[in-house]
């Protein structure tokens, strides 16, 4: 891996952390177990590696954002996920916040590219 | 499966132990329905080559089972720039107080020789090593008592609350005027040369050659020999040196180190009048004397006088030169005065 890519892998990974988050707190407010959770974020075209999933789901536990409880489904069991009461209010205000910078970047970008079409602007 | 098993063991020699079956149960149902999913679209069990393919795509045992590991730090972000600016201090001090106990202990010993200087320069980095090693360790049980909630000293994290905009030290002379203002090595060497000049200084009188080189051997060889009135300039020398290396010890102490010092500037030109004056003092302007006069008046006296001329004469010279710029320092120093004062009003 040249440095300019390495560089860019960093960069992305920093990108997608806290949206992982986000996508994450998301599916969950419908009770998941994590092999369903990371297919419904790959449907969605949020592949995630099972190394970061599900140690991100204890992580959010941990924290207080979701609750967890094993559960026999299909003659397994398994531990499924929901977002607790904090993690429902958590998850507002991160979507509010990602909306808003969502909207700057957007915004900025268009004016760069708006510049750049017409340097006069 | 027994690859699946063999891999999820593997997996759980890494994860912290409390939570080990916990884990393992958990990664096993998702691993376990994700294989039934891939044999249920291919008709049949894995073969061993792709279930190798497919735990090779999740990562090795340790890749998979290092997220579940808490974060630790040796020393976090929180206090990484204290540390960093403490483990500067400590090596620089490390070097100062090194340096200061191998002077004493060259010139405790009755012969200082070029080995033992030579060892103690070898040893330095060791010094440093040890001093650095000692910061590191004391700032990684910091970190742990900080994390674990044991101990709170905010003053250490560099989001401190006691941080102030009034504590930021002013801007120096030289920063206001455009020029680099004077940086903390700047400062250090400073007092690092002055402990070393000082070292210097203090071998002239049992080993003149390092400061006259092969002249010493000659001056030992020829008619002339020093007045005593080299001996109160020798120790006015010391003396001026060892305030010089005072003030820039405490100025590194007190943290002045990086604002301007102007009256340091006209201290140190005030005290070089004192060797320049005990040249011109010496009785009978006479610096260098006729080891034999009796036989030697007669064949060098033209050129003893002339000697003492010339040291007179020199003295007078650097006596106007430091007045002249004791002068300009104190131009300087009113116009700089007003120009505060008149942008206070």
Redesign the interface.
Known sequence: MTIAENLFENLRLELRRGCLTLAVLAQLRQER????L?KALADDGLVI????L???L?RLETQGLLASE?REEEK????FYRLTPDGEQMFAQLLAEWHAINASVTASVAATIQSTINPSL | MELLDRYLEAVRKHLPWQRQDD?I???R??????LEEKEAALGRPLTKAEAEAWLKE??SPM??A???QPQHYLIGPNIFPTYRYVLKLACSWAAIIYAIVTVVQLFATQNPSETALFDAVLHLPWVLITAAAWVTMIFAAVEFAMMRGYVKIPALCASSPHWTPGSLPPLGHDAASGKKPRSYAQAIAEAVFGILFLGWLTLIPQHPYVLMGPGAYWLKASPFQLAPVWAPLFWSIVAITLVQIGWNIAALLSGRWQRPQPMKQVVFKVLGLIPAAIILTAPGKIVVLLRHPATDQARYGLQLDAINHYFHWSAEVICVIIILQLGWSAVQLTLNSYRKRAAAI
């Open positions: 177990y994590g092999y369903t990371r590696d099972e190394s970061t599900y140690p991100l204890r094993w397994r069991n398994k531990r | 884990i149960a958990e990664l149902a998702n691993l376990e329905a994700q999740l990562g890749q998979m290092a997220p579940y």
